[in-house]
């Protein structure tokens, strides 16, 4: 078996509001806070508010985990981590007054809680990891 290789594809650790800016087929990390779950589509709504005043939110699709969600991963509030595939072109929703959300979907292939988090510390960490990018 020669020249067989089983080597997973890294994903990318971005900011919830950097997701607007990649391809689809990019697989991606990020953390977001659950404003919606439903049920009956297995669609987690995630937001993170970082830099503050983006309109970006992450549709998320963990129809794949279903069978191994935990309640806590899809409670109101709850802040988690997923890593999956952008999977569609972005779309403008919602438009009442000012209140316009850049959405973006994401199939899910992993996902867990984030349990206690610093987040000012994790947006600062990005922040530095996005600067050191742009020297190179």
């Given amino acids: 078996m020669a020249g067989i290789q089983n080597e997973s594809i890294a994903s990318t650790l971005t900011l919830l509001s950097n997701l607007p800016d990649l391809a689809?087929?990019?697989k991606v990390r990020f953390l977001g806070c659950v404003t919606n779950y439903s049920t009956k589509?297995?669609?987690?709504t995630?937001?993170?508010?970082?830099?503050?005043g983006n309109k970006v939110?992450?549709?998320v699709d963990a129809g794949l985990l279903v069978s191994s969600l935990k309640s806590d991963e899809t409670q109101i509030?709850?802040?988690?981590?997923v890593i999956g595939y952008i999977q569609a072109p972005r779309q403008k929703l919602g438009k009442h007054s000012n209140?316009?959300?850049l959405r973006t979907e994401v199939q899910a292939i992993v996902l867990w809680s984030a349990g206690p988090l610093k987040l000012d510390g994790y947006e600062k960490s990005?922040?530095?990891?996005k600067l050191d990018r742009q020297q190179f």
């Fill in 57 to 59: 939110q992450a549709i």
């Fill in 41 to 44: 589509t297995a669609t987690l």
């Fill in 99 to 101: 209140n316009i959300h």
């Fill in 126 to 129: 990005l922040e530095q990891q």
């Fill in 46 to 52: 995630l937001e993170h508010n970082y830099p503050p």
């Fill in 24 to 26: 689809s087929g990019i």
């Fill in 77 to 81: 509030g709850e802040w988690i981590n």
